[in-house]
């Protein structure tokens, strides 16, 4: 057992005056406050039953109350499983059930899924959660080894699996990108990616290890982000391709010198991209990571974004990188590390020291990585992963397909999009768009009007 202060009531001891979340410049919280109406949840929470070790379930975007909500779990010592509000009601039932969750949280705008999981779930809307709190004894220390969040990652085979993250796989992953990135007391981190995936929930951990301000945004804005750097302080922000690009055709002034990373991830950008970023000064810094290693593993330093321009640079000092490959040759990129999961939860633990990826890769001469795509079928779409099994399951239940096959194709936007091939005398076009809204998450759905030779009269949707 590794135990250290509560991350939190050790900021509001610290630092309490010192402001711990902005909300777009409408409002703000100091340290002090935050731990406040943190604990204060802590016990609405346990009057609503919740007890340590509990899992529970929140099924919210960004939201300012998910921070107190978040906070107050963990002095209770329940473990935190994130779920996607994109997915459909279907893929939540299946989560909730194989993360055997005790009770579910929703944000309101929620309601129309969570309602129909009440027969599996005992539901809590956030809007319910103004009863006098109870006062449970709370948890003053955090033991690094215990699972503090599940989050699910469909990975690179078969159904979704719950990564489990222990409160020292956050720690290390935060201290890790404060080793490369460095920490300044005027650091303001930018967060509108969203929370339920890791690299947004990544962003509330660097929040209170490091005692630094977060500028919370309910989505992204690209005039809203560019108000925060010039006008709030923001100095740091993290993002995907799709988000820089809307960014750099936004943005027709130099930014404040005092901005210094656009934390980059979700799969490789291109490099006309990054081109772009580098004319207009935009300092750009490649990123790897995955669900599996609690974000970011490998970071390009800022004294090589430009030298090493589309790389993903090195590991990060506490972590491991080896290509399974020959020197130069592209292999299954293996990492290792204190941020890496142990495992999925209620699969067996991982005993190898270096976690297989299934992202191919390569190094270049000085130890650089550079990430040239995946090992099977899995496609990142604007940072989303979508495994093509998925997709082929829900489409082939419809009448009339014969065949169906998906596959990720290059996309300006979205870096890739998935691609449904269907077959069938009587397939209907209509048909296979209203399954997909059905029986997927939320994926925009636009039919491409040509076919192949070899498969004239073939359906053929980019989702």
Request: glycine content about 10%; charged content about 25%.
């Amino acid at each position: 057992m590794t135990v250290m202060p509560h991350w939190l009531s050790k900021q509001a001891f610290l630092q309490p005056n010192k402001t711990a979340v902005e909300y777009m410049g409408e409002s703000s919280v100091t340290f002090r406050e935050l731990e406040r109406k943190s604990k204060h949840m802590a016990g609405v929470l346990y009057g609503k039953g919740v007890r340590e070790g509990d899992h529970i379930a929140l099924l919210s975007p960004n939201d300012p109350l998910f921070l107190d909500i978040v906070y107050g779990l963990s002095y209770l010592g329940a473990r935190v499983v994130l779920l996607n509000v994109r997915l459909t009601t279907e893929e939540l039932h299946y989560q909730v059930q194989d993360a055997e969750v005790g009770k579910l949280l929703f944000e309101p705008s929620q309601s129309g899924k969570a309602l129909q999981l009440e027969g599996v779930v005992p539901v809590v809307s956030f809007a319910d959660l103004t009863d006098k709190a109870a006062d449970p004894v709370l948890k003053e220390e955090i033991d690094l080894e215990e699972v503090f969040t599940m989050m699910y990652t469909s990975g690179t085979t078969g159904k979704p699996k719950a990564v489990m993250h222990t409160y020292g796989n956050h720690w290390h992953s935060a201290i890790s990108s404060a080793l490369n990135l460095g920490i300044t007391p005027e650091d303001k981190w930018l967060l509108n990616l969203p929370v339920f995936h890791i690299s947004g929930f990544s962003t509330l951990m660097k929040n209170v290890i490091y005692g630094m301000t977060i500028d919370f945004h309910t989505s992204f804005d690209e005039k809203e982000v560019l108000l925060s750097i010039k006008t709030r302080g923001t100095t740091m922000i993290s993002g995907v391709s799709v988000m820089l690009e809307r960014l750099l055709e936004e943005l027709e002034e130099e930014l404040p010198a005092t901005f210094r990373c656009f934390l980059l991830g979700g799969g490789p950008a291109t490099e006309y991209l990054l081109e772009k970023a580098r004319e207009k000064r935009v300092p750009v810094f490649q990123t790897y990571g995955m669900t599996e290693t609690t974000s970011q593993i490998a970071t390009l330093s800022p004294k090589d974004a430009v030298r090493k321009l589309g790389s993903a640079g090195k590991a990060l000092a506490t972590a491991s990188l080896y290509i399974d490959a020959g020197d130069g040759e592209v292999g299954e990129i293996m990492v290792a590390g204190p941020m890496v999961s142990a495992g999925y939860y209620k699969k067996t633990e991982r005993e190898e020291r270096f976690f297989k990826t299934g992202d191919m890769g390569y190094l270049d001469e000085e130890g650089f990585l550079y990430v040239s795509g995946r090992k099977k079928e899995m496609i990142i779409s604007g940072g989303e992963n979508i495994y093509p099994a998925e997709i082929e399951n829900a489409l082939a239940g419809i009448d009339g397909v014969e065949e169906v096959a998906v596959a990720g194709l290059p996309d300006e936007t979205w870096g890739e999009v998935p691609a449904a091939f269907v077959s069938g005398e009587r397939v209907s076009r209509e048909a296979i768009i209203d399954r997909c809204h059905q029986g997927l998450a939320g994926i925009s759905i636009r039919p491409i009007s040509f076919t192949y030779p070899a498969c004239r009269g073939t359906p053929r949707i980019k989702c």
